[in-house]
């Protein structure tokens, strides 16, 4: 897949929740273009076409969305979030927060360093599916991102 | 499992299998070994039957013999018919169609060639020649039997070979059916074998899991033996976890015995109920708390070690009640008021209200000023506000005035408390009531002055001089120093005898030293000598000023100017007509009595004294306290003519009062022109009682002074020599007063002290007032220096006056040293709580967020089994997936619900107003459950903390709807109502109720009386409702009975 034409990125570090993430976005044909990354560093390596990614990324072609998990190894995903949001090429990338956490905190923060979105990832499967499904939706079909 | 199965039915299948093989080989066997018999029997038959044919042909050829007797042809006959009922006999046992062809020929056969034979009246000749014929026939007999011999023997091997087959078919099967079971067996035991194992594995993990918490966790089995140990556990068992394992809790710790945790272990072993235990264990000095819970074969008990925060509660407790003790001493001890940073009071204590005359609902909300004695000028007032609202202490001395309009004095100390921003938000002030010892100070003041003034009265009206009691002089007044024509610095410092004139005789003089240095009173006319010789007459009275010891020490002068009058006596001197008018002119008393004091002749002047008194004795007249003296004088008097005796006593004047006199008595008998005693006097009664008035006044001030508790006040002359002492302190900081008295301070005082003092009794000698406070051998005094000035404002003495001030100041210190502990204690634990508060919140973090993972795994994978596999899972696999994902669920509303339950005890409540009311109709609206019978009434607004309230009513209310469920119509009632200060709701349904006996478990975290079959639920929920009702200062209970409903209530603080 050519690097530059993804639509979805999903930064997650638990496999089941990514296969679970990736199989649902796939039941509705949204995982064309996905790219699934395994933590931070490589996320933001990624967004800002360094490391790995250096030479065949642009980073002029960002992702529809990104989806975000908090709790990783090395770099978090507040982290991540904060990077992203603070830099004027990529602030505008959707990002939506997937989590575990329904900590207060956790929420109050990642508003304030400007998700665009924050889903807690349900127990329950059916809701699980439901909140990637719809997230899928609008992010990917619904969303008019800037020209 | 699943494949073990499907193993376990192939197996299962494959030995049914031989088992029919077998069974069908078995019969297979009997049928071919009945036909091999059957053949052998065919077989013998035939043998049978050649035996029998072959005995006839031989017989044959004798029988053909004419003279062939009868017995061989018996025998033939015989023979014929054993061969008939061999023949019959094999026909019977043959059944294979060659072999009933064989037998049916062989019959035919037999029957035409030998039933002839059988014929008895045959005669032998016909015999002769049908035998011989017929040996050809028994030859195709026999052929034919040889014939049916060879096909039976074929038979027989043909079906020995099919036994043969069969035998080897059943080893076959036999030896397969061994080795497939052997191989089951093995796979069964393998199997067996691998589940054990995994289950070990398992336990293994969960081992690793419980290792890792910080919480000691420890198993026993029904005997008490310990079957599992964290390595937290261990911090509290002897050795490693092998030597415990198996061993009985009591051997390990059979301190334990008798504690509250051996009877709860017991009681959780008998009940199999959970328990919770948190008690300190004196064995180990060590707090811990325990939580015990029956497991399958025993108990498992976690239990922590919380003495380190039981330890800092009990301390922090001990603090307050320290400082709760702190408080009471000062409210008792000390006048306390609080005052907002307006000046309002907020809190006045009993000392307060006591002496303000106050009730302390009078008080608060009132001005301070309500007790302004309006004493104080304005800048002083403004001078405390301005020290106060800058965040400093203030001390000083007010005066209040009380309700009824008494004033007092207190010693006031204000605090300021000042609020995070550094300003003050209160004042603080402790007040110490000094009513009385401003008064006394007022009361001294006024008797200092009247002292001064009659010091100026003297000053100005008489003659004054003061000399020690060396006679050296000290002091002279202006009049002094006029009339001697010396000025003041040539007298001070010279012996008095500067203005002797030499004029009175030596024993004059000697009497009046002796008078005086005795401590008594003289007087007497002194004819002086003034610079440049004139000479001026003094009526001159001496009082001796007597120290502590009764012993003059200075002696002072007063004297009038009576020149003129003795220039006139000289004059006059030699005539009787001049002696009489003078005499009868004279300002003294002048009366002549006789030998018995009898009355001769009183002056006018000494009528106007004593009155119209009748002719009479006149030592009668005398008081009768002074009657003895003046006895005595006269007795003197009477032995002594010509020396003129001083006297001096009250006597009775014709207004029957008494009057005091002083004058001479002089036995003048022996004079013929006299012959009489002749006795000069004045009345001296304003002066005595101006003289007791003064050693009155000057008694009163002395008591004053030496009354005042814990005070020191001293007298001391411009050289700072102690004229006076008086109070009880002056032992406590190291002096006594014969030490002092009468000496200069520089001498007396250790020269490091003087060397601090000395500046203050300069400045005071300056006329400066000067306060300051001092530690004099660990006493706090604040002591005053008060310059006291004569007219023209110099100072003649300095007055010091020292209080103690110990208590004062060591109660100050003490509030503000406890100010500061408290302060630092305060932040110390907030601060650790604040930490404990971090770490508990990083752990629900990490609980709710690594807790689901995992579960939301489960659920997603089952469900993707369920979906792409539906077609291979059976029913029973659909079934184990979906209890798979149920149970799955419930973990996840466990953890959620707990998670819940443990953050309402640490969150801070957000208290508001809530429109109950519209919460509770909003919670049912989103149980969205029809045909329920809602029956609402008001609900009051209460003021709480909204989301956890709005937990209470989702908890209360969706219980009622689930209790209720299996009704045919639920009706549920929910409503409030003030009670005593509460306001009270309660949700009432008509469910499934709940039994009394039971009622104490409904709030308990865990406690379900209905199992989840019925009712599902985590049983948290009651628990978590408790929990918010407590926070708020409020109340949960419940009422109900089995199957007829529940009624559950909770009060708010109203």
């Known amino acids: 897949m050519n ?94 927060i997937l989590t575990s956490s329904k900590e207060n905190p956790d929420i109050q923060k990642c508003y304030d360093l400007g998700a665009n979105s924050y889903i807690v990832k349900p127990v329950n499967f059916e809701g699980f599916a439901e909140a990637i499904r719809n997230m899928g939706f609008y992010w990917l079909l619904l969303n008019q991102a800037p020209a | 499992m699943r494949k073990s199965l499907l193993f376990y039915i192939v197996s299962f299948v494959l030995l ?85 062809a064989i037998a049916g020929q062989l019959d035919l056969l037999v029957r035409s060639e030998l039933s002839w034979l059988l014929a008895s009246s045959v005669p032998d000749s016909i015999i002769q020649n049908k035998a011989t014929g017929h040996i050809a026939s028994f030859r195709k007999i026999d052929s034919l039997i040889t014939q049916g011999m060879d096909r039976t023997n074929f038979l027989v091997q043909y079906r020995k070979q099919q036994v043969d087959t069969e035998i080897r078919k059943v080893r076959t099967g036999m030896v397969v059916f061994i080795v497939l079971s052997g191989v089951l067996l093995l796979y069964a035991i393998l199997n067996l074998f691998n589940q054990q194992l ?89 707090w811990f708390s325990v939580k015990v819970y029956p497991s399958a074969d025993g108990l498992t008990i976690f239990y922590k070690n919380v003495t380190e925060s039981k330890r800092a509660e009990q301390k922090l407790r001990q603090t307050l009640r320290e400082v709760t003790d702190y408080k009471f001493a000062l409210d008792e001890s000390s006048i306390v008021a609080i005052t907002d940073q307006k000046g309002f009071i907020k809190h006045a204590n009993k000392n307060f209200c006591r002496i303000s005359r106050y009730t302390l609902d009078k008080l608060v909300g009132q001005d301070h000023r309500i007790i302004n004695s309006g004493h104080h000028p304005k800048e002083f007032i403004k001078d405390i506000w301005t020290t106060i609202a800058n965040g400093r202490i203030w001390k000083g001395e007010l005066k209040n005035k009380a309700k009824d ?40 003041q006024k008797s200092l002055k009247e002292l001064a003034d009659y010091k100026y009265a003297l000053d100005e009206s008489s003659i004054v001089a003061i000399t020690d009691q060396e006679g050296i002089i000290r002091h002279v007044n202006d009049n002094f120093c006029r009339i001697s024509r010396y000025r003041r610095e040539e007298l001070i410092g010279q012996d008095h005898r500067i203005i002797n004139s030499g004029y009175h005789p ?91 004091s009898n009355n001769i002749y009183r002056s006018p002047a000494a009528q106007k004294m004593m009155g119209e008194l009748p002719k009479g004795n006149t030592l009668g007249l005398t008081h009768p306290a002074d009657m003895e003296v003046i006895r005595s004088k006269y007795e003197l008097v009477l032995k002594s003519p010509g020396m003129p005796v001083g006297f001096q006593g009250r006597f009775l004047h014709a207004s029957g009062q008494y009057v005091w006199l002083e004058g001479t008595l002089t036995n003048l008998l022996h004079v013929k022109e006299v012959n009489a005693l002749v006795t000069n006097f004045r009345n001296i009664t304003e002066r005595k009682e101006a003289e007791e008035k003064l050693i009155k006044s000057e008694e009163i001030y002395k008591t004053i002074a030496s009354s005042i508790p814990g005070s020191v006040i001293c007298l001391l002359d411009p050289n700072f020599r102690f004229l006076l002492i008086e109070g009880d302190m002056l032992e406590k900081i190291g002096y006594s007063k014969k030490q002092l008295l009468g000496n200069k301070i520089q001498d007396v005082v250790p020269p490091e002290i003087f060397a601090v003092t000395r500046k203050n009794f300069e400045k005071a000698l300056r006329g400066e007032t000067v306060t300051v406070e001092a530690t004099r051998q660990g006493v706090d005094l604040i002591s005053r220096y008060i310059p006291l000035k004569d007219k023209n404002g110099v100072v003649y003495a300095i007055m ?185 709701f309660y949700v009432r349904d008509n469910g499934v109720g709940f039994d009394t006996q039971y009622s104490g478990k409904l709030f308990k975290v865990f406690q379900r009386l209905h199992a989840p079959e019925e009712f599902e639920g985590t049983g948290v929920g009651l628990a978590l409702v408790e929990k918010i009702v407590s926070r708020h200062g409020g109340k949960v209970w419940a009422e109900g009975r089995e199957n007829e409903g529940a009624c559950f209530y909770f009060s708010l603080p109203a």
């Open chain 1, 3 to 96: 690097p530059n034409s993804v639509e979805v990125l999903l930064v997650e570090d638990n496999l089941s929740d990514a296969e679970l993430t990736i199989r649902e976005l796939k039941k509705h044909n949204m995982t064309n273009n996905l790219v699934h990354l395994k933590n931070g560093e490589e996320a933001l390596d990624f967004v800002f076409a360094t490391g790995s990614f250096a030479g065949t990324r642009d980073i002029s072609y960002p992702p529809k969305v990104i989806l975000l998990d908090i709790q990783m190894p090395k770099v978090n995903g507040m982290e991540v979030l904060q990077k992203i949001k603070a830099d004027q090429r990529t602030k505008m990338i959707p990002v939506v």
């Open chain 2, 16 to 100: 049914m299998g031989v088992l029919i093989f077998f069974n069908r080989a078995f019969r297979q066997l009997s049928v071919y070994s009945e036909y091999t018999n059957r053949h052998h029997t065919v077989y013998n038959n035939y043998q049978e039957l050649s035996d029998l044919v072959n005995n006839a042909a031989i017989l044959t050829p004798d029988l053909v013999k004419k003279d062939s007797a009868p017995g061989i042809r018996r025998i033939f006959y015989a023979d014929t018919e054993s061969i008939i009922r061999q023949l019959n006999l094999l026909k019977g046992s043959v059944r294979d169609s060659v072999n009933v």
């Open chain 2, 198 to 286: 995994k289950g070990r594995r398992q336990e293994k993990e969960i081992e690793v899991v419980l290792n890792r918490i910080h919480e000691g966790v420890v198993s026993v089995d029904k005997e008490w033996r310990y079957t599992f140990l964290n390595d937290a556990a261990m911090a509290n068992h002897p050795g490693n976890k092998k030597e415990v394992i198996g061993k009985v809790i009591w051997d390990i710790h059979p301190e334990m015995k008798g504690t509250i945790f051996w009877d709860k272990y017991h009681e959780a072993m008998i009940t199999r109920q959970m328990m919770e235990i948190d008690s300190y264990y004196e064995p180990m000095d060590i």
């Open chain 2, 405 to 444: 309009g008494t004033i007092y004095w207190v010693d006031t100390t204000i605090v300021p408390f000042l609020n995070e921003e550094g300003k003050p938000c209160q004042y603080v002030a402790i007040s110490s009531d000094i009513t009385e010892r401003k008064l006394a100070e007022e009361n001294l």
């Open chain 2, 506 to 596: 030596g024993d004059f003089i000697h009497d009046l030293w002796v008078t005086i240095t005795k401590g008594k009173i003289w007087k007497g006319e002194l004819k002086n000598k003034a610079k440049g010789g004139a000479i001026y007459w003094v009526d001159t009275t001496i009082v001796p000023l007597l120290n502590e010891k009764g012993k003059p020490y200075q002696y002072l002068a007063i004297g009038a100017d009576i020149t003129e009058g003795k220039h006139a006596e000289d004059g006059l001197a030699s005539s009787e007509m001049r002696f009489r008018a003078l005499i009868e002119n004279s300002s003294e008393g002048i009366s002549l009595t006789d030998r018995y």
């Open chain 2, 800 to 984: 010091t006056v020292a209080i103690d001030i110990s208590e004062l100041k060591q109660a100050q210190r003490h509030v503000i040293e406890l100010n500061h502990n408290l302060e630092e204690k305060i932040q110390q634990r907030t601060e650790e709580l604040k930490k404990s508060n971090r770490e508990l919140e990083a752990f629900s973090y990490s609980v709710s967020h690594d807790l689901r993972a995992p579960l939301r795994g489960i659920i997603g994978f089952t469900t993707i089994l369920e979906e792409d596999y539906c077609s291979k899972l059976d029913d029973d696999a659909k079934r184990i997936t979906s209890v798979i994902k149920t149970n799955t669920m419930k973990m996840g509303y466990l953890i959620d619900d707990l998670l819940a339950f443990s953050r309402t005890g640490k969150q801070e409540l957000m208290k508001t107003t809530v429109d109950t009311d519209s919460m509770v109709n909003e919670i049912i609206n989103d149980t969205n459950q029809p045909g329920i019978h809602w029956d609402i009434h008001e609900l009051l607004p209460v003021n709480a903390d909204i989301n956890l309230l709005r937990q209470v009513w989702v908890n209360l209310v969706s219980n009622a709807v689930k209790y209720s469920r299996n009704n045919k119509q639920s009706r549920i009632e929910i409503g409030s109502c003030v009670n005593d200060g509460f306001i009270n």
